[in-house]
């Protein structure tokens, strides 16, 4: 896609914010087939600029963490379940995270910049999110407004939060966020900004010139400057979005089970174990190899969500499993979103679905809530990290 000529303008959809930059990001706006998540990343570096794929499917330094959140996945072994009478009608893949009904156990991750990908942005993410029935987090980080987000999704929806140094601008965005119909708030505690992968930056770091973080833009309602992130974050932080909003907070990006008692003691709600796909800081654990020691510190006293290298049906019963009551999907959303706009990001969502529903069979687990640990045998280096 060359980024010059008005031929980009075409099929830009009439609510697309900024005037097109020429960037070429996707228009599509249909369902996709999906043999399977990953199966559509090279699909979509066809579909969208090379600097959109980039910074989508890169992450921080070596990408050591990247490939270890895949990697580590193989060290948990299903250990299925025979002859338990189960069938397909009874497979309930269903949960109640704090107070949302979600169809199956896993949501849209909280991630920025959409319109790196699609002209529409995050509006079509979330109205493909909706029409899969899928909770929606929407992301600090939007090219659009969370206002224009949650009109956009029939589903559920929760506001994640990179708190701003400037308290008024953060309590602003809370505000305007339980306003819209948020219904809880997701504090990420593992990001500095934007990810920069080394390809990314050897390219110059080359955001569309007409990009925006539409929750920071005066003319719709917003103020402050999104990159002046408040990074000396602690337990007392949690306390000041609870005051302003009364909902529910989920801490996202933890990893170390000594992390959990005080986090929680500070009033959250829920815990969500990530290394932010790899994107922030290299050479953390695999999420997945994280997850059982950080649900044994948690302990049932609040819900733990995992994120980061979930692409399967097995990994989503792998994280569940674990001591994870549901889990978050990144980049493959993203893949949906460039090859089919809203539709395409049904279409994954509904694939992965698809898949987990005859996993789940063939695992010999009725619900969700029948997985334990028993249904895994935990090998390798994922298993050192539990001794340890
Ligand atoms: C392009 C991109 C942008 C992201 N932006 C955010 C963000 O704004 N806020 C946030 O909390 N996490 C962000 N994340 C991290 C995701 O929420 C999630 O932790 C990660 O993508 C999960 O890993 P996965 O992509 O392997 O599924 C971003 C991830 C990607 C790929
Ligand atoms: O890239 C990221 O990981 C991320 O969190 C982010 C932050 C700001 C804008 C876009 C993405």
Same mark, same amino acid.
């Given at each position: #896609?060359?980024? &010059? ?111 790196? %990908? ?26 659009? &407004? ?6 956009? &999704? ?5 506001? #994640? ?8 601008v953060t309590r602003s965005l809370l ?19 934007? =990810? ?28 402050? @400057? ?11 932080? $949690? ?5 302003? &909003? ?6 996202? =990006? ?12 500070? =009033?959250?709600?829920?815990? #969500?174990?990530?290394?932010?796909g790899g994107r922030q800081i290299d050479?953390?654990?695999?999420? $997945? ?19 980061? =290298? $979930?692409?399967?049906? $097995? ?30 990001? #049904? ?15 063939? %695992? ?5 809530? @029948? ?18």
């Open positions: #896609q060359a980024d &010059t000529g008005s031929e980009a303008t075409a099929g830009v959809a009439s609510d697309a914010v900024s005037p097109p930059s020429g960037y070429g990001a996707s228009t599509a706006s249909s369902h996709i087939d999906v043999i399977s998540l990953p199966r559509l990343r090279e699909p979509f570096r066809e579909a969208i600029p090379e600097a959109g794929y980039v910074f989508v499917t890169g992450a921080k330094g070596d990408e050591w963490t990247l490939r270890e959140n895949r990697r580590a996945m193989e060290d948990f072994r299903i250990m299925t379940h025979r002859l338990t009478g189960v069938s397909s009608g009874d497979v309930d893949l269903s949960v109640e995270i704090l107070g949302e009904r979600m169809p199956f156990p896993f949501f849209v991750a909280p991630m920025g910049a959409h319109r790196m %990908t699609h002209e529409e942005g995050e509006v079509a993410t979330a109205r493909g999110a909706g029409m899969a029935g899928a909770l929606y987090c929407s992301s600090g980080a939007s090219n659009r &407004t969370l206002e224009e987000i949650a009109e956009a &999704t029939t589903g559920s929806k929760w506001f #994640q939060l990179y708190f701003n140094r400037d308290e008024d505000r305007r966020a339980k306003a819209a119909g948020y219904s809880a708030i997701v504090l990420t505690a593992d990001a500095l900004g934007p =990810g920069t992968p080394d390809d990314f930056l050897a390219m110059g770091m080359p955001f569309r010139s007409d990009m925006t973080f539409g929750n920071h833009d005066p003319a719709k309602g917003g103020s402050g @400057d999104f990159f002046a992130q408040k990074v000396d974050l602690t337990p007392e932080d $949690i306390k000041l979005i609870k005051d302003e &909003t009364g909902l529910p907070v989920i801490v996202k =990006g933890i990893l170390r089970p000594e992390d959990v008692d005080p986090i929680i003691a500070g =009033g959250a709600d829920a815990i #969500q174990v990530s290394n932010h050479g953390v654990p695999g999420a $997945i190899s994280a997850l059982p020691l950080v649900a044994r510190a948690v302990n049932g006293r609040v819900p733990v969500i995992m994120d980061s =290298g $979930i692409r399967r049906g $097995i990994d989503v019963i792998r994280a569940l499993s674990m001591g994870a009551d549901c889990v978050a999907v990144g980049r493959p959303v993203m893949y949906g979103l460039g090859l089919g706009g809203a539709p395409g990001v #049904q279409s994954v969502l509904e694939a992965l679905a698809s898949e987990l529903r005859s996993d789940m069979l063939l %695992t010999g687990a009725r619900s969700v809530a @029948d997985l334990d640990p028993s249904y895994i045998s935990v090998t390798g280096p994922s298993a050192t990290m539990q001794e340890g």
